[in-house]
């Protein structure tokens, strides 16, 4: 008995998936399009440290410390000071629509109180309704108050000053020291893109046979699961490529997203990330009766891989069962990857820790849909 | 192993559900014979057939196809049977070519290129092999149907109603080709609906719901059958609600001007028949048709 796989009827199906493909020119324009205009939309539009939130100030006690108190808090780059609403009533309304992310009312005797030395507190109203939004304005301005009116606290107001800290906290941003969030944002996409795109085009593979009713002569032929699995799969493995590289040239020329750790080692574990996504779009695709269930079990997968793997929200910030969750999916693992060897220049040691869970889940899959793909139409 | 069937199976029975699709089914068919497949839409063929070539596994029975075991050996069967749906089935984004092509390329042929030329020739697909399958007319995809499965030079060829929706010149032309096979020895299990086709096979077999009515040669087919038929001439349009009436008589079918009356008592037709007045009659062969409906009828009235 020969062995049940042979190199000539998996060409077989690679092949003709290859030219289904090249006929099909939308789904293929899609497929290498999809990457770039996401890329860039996402790229440019995503941004986790907002700036100029639209802010209203009410000072009712103007004194050259109010003024540049306010002048500091421009400055800082976090708030954009409007001019309306002239009332805390219309600020509010307006912040209940959205249009006033930040109210800060200084009250009457705020300078009086301030040069004696009474400590005087001023409100900042915040829509904290999106932490996310707020978050980084308002640690800035927590920081203001001890540097906002160090020139003009000067003489005998200088000791209203802070008094100097005993110790100093020396931050060093690794990695990121600018905080660009493209930095974070590309390499990120490009595990999503590719588990997006992928899964659906794999997905739709078998429910297309058997849609168009070519599955029953498929069975016909001698032809093993596997070779028809590994052959729908090879040729998607080539465009998940392309996507890489589209990607890729895009986020170093158009982002300047830095490279500074192995291109090869980058790619070999882009191919186990490829070769996991498009075991389970086939696992998917044996399962599926339609292309359209197949499409809804893509997005039902997607939709936790983009939520929980730490593209979106932070991973650390997750309990441990939505972790436990996330540690499963391989855009979890190829995020850490990606993030790894293009910013802080991993090499194989420091990555194999996310190269085996993703070996390990690809496995486990392609054994599920092995297990399903149905040799005969019962 | 058996070399002078190409299939040999008994008791087959299959179920979707507590359906009952084919009921303990015995069928054999000869080295180079070809073999009818005839029934009502429903009747179990296409499962039968699918149940040869591994796609569905039988619930019982057993036997062999081309000396191998239906059940455990359905790999080596498909090596060796050349299977025609139903349905078109090949790739409508392929071209003829490619089609063929990648048929060739699964069954690794020798000489891939050479065969696949040759395949198209035979059946005059040349002029057309770069257009793609889903823009071909009925009859085209049906010449590349088979074109497709005759590739790995099967040793059976299982046809499912393989000429529904083509026209009579390429049906004839398909049925040449089918007996050309035949005399190289290729054994056919061909299902069907046309009754000229059926009168082509070398042998019939009968199915409904799942049973096998009736089997064997055509000619052995009618004269079991024991129906007498006439054919009367007359230019009155009641006539055939006054010939239904007639004792003896069971089919009564209107072709043109002429009617043809059938029933299993020839005597008492004839008597019949002369008792109308302004009638010419004269006894004619019973067809196929008569026959498989006379069996039809018989299964629907023995049914509860």
Request: aromatic share 8%; glycine share 8%; charged share 15%.
């Amino acid at each position: 008995m020969k062995s049940p796989l042979a190199w000539h009827r998996l060409w077989a199906i690679v092949l003709k998936e290859f030219v289904q493909m090249r006929r099909d020119r939308i789904t293929f324009a899609m497929m290498v399009g999809i990457p770039v205009m996401q890329l860039i939309l996402f790229g440019f539009a995503i941004n986790t440290d907002p700036k100029r939130l639209p802010t209203v100030v009410f000072n009712a006690s103007p004194s050259a410390y109010t003024r540049s108190f306010v002048a500091s808090m421009e400055n800082s780059g976090y708030f954009d000071v409007l001019t309306s609403p002239a009332t805390v009533a219309k600020a509010r309304e307006a912040m209940a629509i959205g249009d006033v992310q930040f109210i800060v009312s200084i009250p009457p005797d705020f300078s009086r109180q301030l040069v004696r030395g009474e400590k005087p507190a001023l409100l900042l109203e915040a829509d904290a309704s999106d932490p996310a939004a707020t978050g980084n304005a308002i640690s800035a301005l927590n920081s203001l108050n001890q540097s906002a009116l160090q020139h003009d606290l000067k003489g005998l107001l200088a000791t209203l000053g802070t008094p100097p800290p005993p110790f100093e906290i020396r931050v060093q941003r690794n990695y990121n020291p600018e905080g660009i969030t493209q930095y974070n944002i590309v390499p990120g996409l490009m595990g999503t893109i590719l588990t997006m795109t992928l899964i659906m085009m794999t997905g739709m593979a078998i429910t297309r046979e058997l849609e168009r009713g070519t599955m029953e002569n498929l069975l016909a032929f001698p032809v093993h699961p596997l070779e028809v699995m590994i052959g729908k799969i090879l040729p998607y493995i080539m465009v998940g490529y392309i996507q890489v590289a589209v990607i890729l040239i895009a986020a170093y020329f158009l982002f300047s997203v830095p490279i500074v750790g192995s291109l090869t080692l980058l790619l070999a574990c882009v191919l186990i990330f490829l070769a996991a996504n498009l075991t389970v779009g086939m696992m998917f695709s044996t399962i599926a009766k339609s292309q359209l269930q197949a499409m809804q079990m893509t997005f039902f997968f997607f939709l936790p891989s983009l939520l929980l793997s730490g593209f979106m929200f932070p991973f650390r910030g997750m309990p441990v069962w939505a972790q436990f969750i996330g540690e499963g999916l391989p855009l979890t693992h190829f995020l850490r990857i990606v993030r790894g060897i293009m910013l802080k220049g991993n090499g194989w040691t420091e990555t194999w820790p996310n190269v085996w869970p993703m070996l390990v889940f690809m496995v486990v899959v392609m054994l599920i849909g092995f297990k399903r793909y149905r040799k005969t139409l019962d | 192993m058996s070399s002078e069937s190409a299939i040999d199976v008994h008791g087959l029975s299959k179920s979707f559900g507590d359906k009952h699709v084919v009921n303990d089914l015995n069928l054999q068919v000869g080295k180079g014979e070809i073999f009818g497949f005839l029934g009502p839409n429903g009747s179990g063929k296409t499962t039968v057939i699918r149940m040869l070539c591994g796609l569905l596994t039988p619930d019982a029975g057993s036997g062999t196809c081309l000396g191998f075991d239906v059940l455990s050996q359905s790999a080596e069967i498909k090596k060796q049977v050349g299977y025609m749906t139903q349905r078109f089935s090949f790739y409508e984004d392929l071209s003829i070519r490619e089609n063929l092509d990648f048929v060739a390329r699964l069954y690794d042929m020798p000489n891939r290129k050479q065969t696949v030329q040759a395949g198209m020739e035979d059946l005059g697909l040349m002029d057309r092999a770069d257009q793609l399958a889903g823009t071909l007319s009925g009859g085209w995809k049906q010449r590349l149907a088979l074109a497709a499965c005759m590739l790995h030079r099967p040793r059976l060829l299982l046809l499912d109603e393989p000429t529904a929706g083509v026209d009579p010149k390429a049906r004839r032309d398909f049925w040449d080709e089918i007996h050309r096979l035949a005399e190289q020895g290729i054994s056919v299990l061909v299902s069907t609906h046309y009754m000229d086709e059926a009168a082509r096979c070398h042998r019939l077999a009968y199915i409904a719901y799942g049973h096998l009515l009736a089997s064997g040669t055509p000619e052995a087919l009618i004269a079991q059958s024991g129906l007498a038929s006439f054919s009367v001439k007359d230019n009155s349009s009641a006539l055939a609600e006054r010939l239904r009436k007639l004792p003896g008589v069971q089919q009564v079918v209107a072709m043109g001007n002429v009617y043809s009356v059938s029933g299993q008592d020839g005597e008492l037709i004839k008597a019949g028949l002369a008792g109308l007045p302004d009638v010419q009659f004269e006894r004619t062969d019973t067809g196929l048709e008569q026959v498989f409906i006379q069996l039809m009828e018989n299964v629907q009235d023995a049914a509860p």
